[in-house]
Structure formats: structure tokens, C-alpha cells
């Protein structure tokens, strides 16, 4: 992503009609990594405790998942979604996430936002 579409995406999530909701699903031999770069990213902002439940989901060492996947679940507001956001977007239909209509899994693009003040939550 450009740094322009990482401004464009920064900017279409913080508008006051925009609901986010930013989650973390890490291997277990990537937590150390992700819970330090967590801290950069966001000047020490705390991680949730429990990381079993939504938004920071550490998985069992056994788990058949690799590395760190960030998912930012939104409302989509038609008109003025970015097209390269609209295209990195998938509509939403996992159970309990329902308020939301599109997913995005990008770490840079994520990881962005982390930086520019966003958390998991």
C-alpha cells in the first residue's frame, strides 16, 4: 500500500459514521513478537488479559496457524469508501460480528492504524 491509500484508509476509519472494530489472532510462537510490536505501534497501549476471547486471541501451540493475522471489521459507508479499501474488503458474515458489514485482513494496513492511535477492540 502507498502511503497515500494508508492516509486515505486512516482517514475514511476515523470519520464519526465509521464504526472499527480491530482484532488480533496469533500463533503462539508469535505472541512476544506481536505483544512488542503491539507496544510500539501504539506507545504502550495495554493488550487485553484474557487472550482467549475477542480481541486478542493467542492460539494453542498445537494450533494450525502461522505467524499474526489483524482483522478491522467496519460499517461501510457506500459512498465514500476509498475503491482499494472496497477491494481489500470482504462483506462480513461471522457470527457475533453482525453490526458490521466488511472485514479486511492487512497487517500493514492495520498495523498502520495501530500507530495512528487505533487498538484491538
Given amino acids: 500500500m502507498t502511503t497515500e491509500e494508508l492516509n486515505q484508509a486512516y482517514n475514511y476509519f476515523t470519520q464519526p459514521n465509521i464504526q472499527t472494530y480491530i482484532e488480533a489472532e496469533v500463533a503462539h510462537t508469535s505472541r ?3 505483544e512488542r510490536d503491539y507496544a ?11 487472550t482467549n476471547s475477542k480481541p486478542y486471541f493467542v492460539l494453542a501451540p498445537n494450533a494450525n496457524k ?15 469508501i476509498p475503491e482499494f479499501l472496497d477491494a481489500l474488503a470482504t462483506s462480513n458474515t461471522r457470527p457475533g460480528y453482525e453490526m ?8 500493514e494496513l492495520i498495523n498502520y492504524l495501530l500507530s495512528r492511535g487505533f487498538t484491538l477492540g
Wanted: glycine residues 6%; aromatic residues 16%.
Fill in 66 to 80: 502461522w505467524g499474526i493475522e489483524l482483522r478491522i471489521y467496519f460499517t461501510e459507508d457506500e459512498d465514500n
Fill in 100 to 107: 458490521y458489514d466488511k472485514r479486511i485482513n492487512n497487517n
Fill in 32 to 34: 512476544n513478537r506481536f
Fill in 40 to 50: 510500539e505501534f501504539t506507545g504502550n497501549q495495554p493488550l487485553p488479559v484474557d
